[in-house]
């Protein structure tokens, strides 16, 4: 089984709001987060400004909120915001239509930082991960998530000076002479941390695969990813139309939950009717057979409870 390897020792769970994310295969459904308000998302009207169209933004997120009480995968919402007004209008507006947790996601520390201010005086924290910090990262930006109270960060694992899976593992440990960014984040205080190998192109989906293994195995810690944007770009899925589109989404998908995903982003929220089934059928398989390695669900709301 390509999951073996994962079944042997505990992994680290998280509870961020309602939702529960890690532990070994079997034993959590993969929580699926769809992304809303992203550059181009038709349902904007201004992005500095965050003018959106409301009644459509509460359609998509009801609708994955849908998919999710009938497969039993849970789900976040992935918000995005050009700037910190438009993020901060976001924020507050699927606050106030669902209760899933929110990657809160900007493009700069400073965006991120205001929204995350506006959070803490909303009383948000508890269902907000910051999204995101990478190789990038100042003592500025990690020591004002201390002081605003963050509780949950997520952590890009993309090495510049080595993309592949090891390079991940050092860029978060650190060699000899340097602090790792997953220690310079603990120094801080800040203990839950999710990691999310990045994925530049459809090929690195190997890489950001392989990386998921590694690290759930060395450091035990939720990991995830985000496949299918990059599929939608391929040259080849262009020539062969949407058909060959939807079956590379799932097919990236589906490899990600086989290395150990714990949650995945996948794409845009309107794909919700799409990436839910693809990734309960999964979820359901690999549940079943993590059954004979003494490992059974934590939760009723499992796939292969909800949607055998």
């Not at 993969?30 to 992005?47: A, P, Q």
């Not at 169209?53 to 997120?61: M, Q, S, V």
């Not at 993309?158 to 650190?174: E, H, S, T």
Request: net charge positive.
């Amino acid at each position: 089984m390509l999951l073996a390897d994962l079944l042997a020792e505990e992994q680290v769970i998280y509870e961020i709001g309602r939702v529960k994310v890690g532990g070994r295969p079997g034993e959590l459904p993969t929580v699926l987060c769809g992304s809303i308000f992203y550059h181009k998302h038709k349902i904007v009207r201004d992005h500095k400004k965050g003018i959106f169209d409301r009644e459509k933004a509460e359609e998509l997120i009801k609708t994955q909120e849908e998919w999710s009480d009938r497969t039993g995968n849970p789900c976040m919402v992935d918000v995005m915001g050009e700037s910190a007004e438009a993020l901060i209008r976001y924020l507050d507006f699927v606050a106030s239509t669902t209760d899933s947790p929110m990657l809160l996601n900007g493009p700069t520390a400073e965006v991120r930082l205001k929204a995350v201010e506006f959070a803490r005086d909303c009383g948000l924290l508890d269902r907000i991960v910051y999204t995101s910090v990478n190789y990038t990262a100042s003592k500025y930006e990690l020591d004002s998530i201390k002081e605003l109270g963050v509780k949950y960060v997520m952590i890009q694992t993309f090495n510049p000076r080595d993309p592949r899976p090891k390079g991940a593992l050092k860029l978060l440990l650190g060699a000899s002479n340097e602090l790792g960014l997953l220690n310079r984040i603990r120094k801080t205080g800040i203990e839950r941390v999710l990691l999310l190998p990045s994925v530049l192109d459809v090929p690195s989906i190997g890489i950001a695969i392989d990386s998921i293994r590694l690290l759930k195995v060395k450091l035990k810690l939720p990991t995830g990813t985000a496949p299918c944007s990059v599929v939608g770009y391929w040259r080849r899925t262009r020539e062969l139309g949407t058909k060959f589109k939807w079956m590379g989404f799932a097919n990236s998908l589906a490899l990600s939950q086989l290395a150990g995903a714990d949650f995945l982003i996948y794409g845009s929220i309107r794909k919700a009717p799409e990436a839910f089934p693809t990734c309960a059928m999964v979820d359901l398989i690999i549940a079943y057979i993590a059954r004979f390695y003494g490992i059974r669900p934590l939760t009723k709301r499992h796939p292969i409870y909800m949607f055998s």
